[in-house]
């Protein structure tokens, strides 16, 4: 079994109980979407949208956006479609790394208390940059802290996530910069983590 396959496993088994073990402070999540400012029909991804935390305040905050949520694991995007309700939402089980997207098909891309699964944190910058379009922004985002983030996942019993880690504000600004993102929002403190970086736009020839 690949580290990929494990991992849907991982998510695949706890999609049922999710939502009562994991912890969202949902005033700073709204917060965060605020502070995104997503536009009227933007197009808006939800990289590991899990039980779809963010799908309701999304559909709440943006005003006739285009939203996509994908997820490696079919039970949480289950989980998802039923949070979500009536709102016009595109459902992907898949790897965001593989599924075929057009290129520059996004507008803003928001990897919510998720990016501390992706093992090549650079390769998946890199990745996200490519899908964004042209002014398009790169959102990380958790609304609880980087320090206690990391300390559940080395003190989780389950060997699947104990690797998985938050790197420093500054390391993750570096990929994206590498990876042609202007920053915007830089959060790393006591209280929450939200960084927020944009493509450059092209100039006219």
Same mark, same amino acid.
């Given at each position: 079994?690949?580290?990929?396959?494990?991992?849907? &496993?991982?998510?695949?088994?706890?999609?049922?109980?999710?939502? $009562?073990?994991?912890?969202?402070?949902?005033?700073? @999540?709204?917060?965060?979407?605020?502070?995104l400012?997503?536009?009227?029909?933007?197009? @808006?991804?939800?990289?590991?949208?899990?039980?779809?935390?963010?799908?309701?305040?999304?559909?709440?905050?943006?005003?006739?956006?285009?939203?996509?949520?994908i997820?490696? &694991? &079919?039970?949480?995007i289950?989980?998802a479609?039923? !949070? &979500?309700?009536?709102?016009?939402?595109?459902?992907? #089980?898949?790897?965001?790394? $593989?599924?075929?997207?057009?290129?520059?098909?996004?507008?803003?891309?928001?990897?919510?208390?998720?990016?501390?699964?992706? $093992?090549?944190?650079?390769? #998946?910058?890199?990745?996200?940059?490519?899908?964004?379009?042209?002014?398009?922004?790169?959102?990380?985002?958790?609304s609880?802290?980087?320090d206690?983030?990391?300390?559940?996942?080395?003190?989780?019993?389950?060997?699947?996530?104990?690797?998985?880690?938050?790197?420093?504000?500054?390391?993750?600004?570096?990929?994206? !910069?590498?990876?042609?993102?202007?920053?915007?929002?830089?959060?790393?403190?006591?209280?929450?983590?939200?960084?927020?970086?944009?493509?450059?736009?092209?100039?006219?020839?």
């Amino acid at each position: 079994m690949t580290e990929s396959d494990e991992k849907t &496993a991982f998510f695949n088994e706890r999609a049922g109980t999710w939502d $009562e073990t994991s912890r969202h402070d949902m005033a700073k @999540v709204e917060l965060m979407l605020q502070l995104l400012n997503i536009k009227k029909g933007e197009r @808006v991804l939800d990289v590991g949208t899990g039980t779809g935390v963010l799908l309701p305040l999304l559909a709440r905050y943006t005003d006739e956006a285009d939203i996509t949520a994908i997820d490696i &694991a &079919a039970k949480m995007i289950e989980a998802a479609k039923r !949070k &979500a309700g009536d709102a016009k939402i595109t459902f992907i #089980t898949g790897d965001v790394l $593989e599924y075929p997207f057009d290129p520059e098909r996004f507008d803003c891309i928001i990897c919510y208390s998720v990016f501390p699964h992706f $093992e090549d944190k650079r390769g #998946t910058i890199r990745r996200l940059s490519r899908l964004l379009a042209p002014g398009g922004l790169l959102g990380i985002l958790h609304s609880e802290p980087r320090d206690r983030i990391n300390s559940i996942h080395i003190h989780a019993r389950h060997h699947d996530i104990k690797a998985d880690n938050l790197p420093p504000a500054e390391m993750v600004m570096d990929c994206m !910069k590498d990876a042609g993102l202007r920053e915007e929002i830089r959060i790393d403190n006591p209280d929450l983590y939200m960084l927020c970086a944009r493509k450059r736009w092209r100039l006219p020839n």
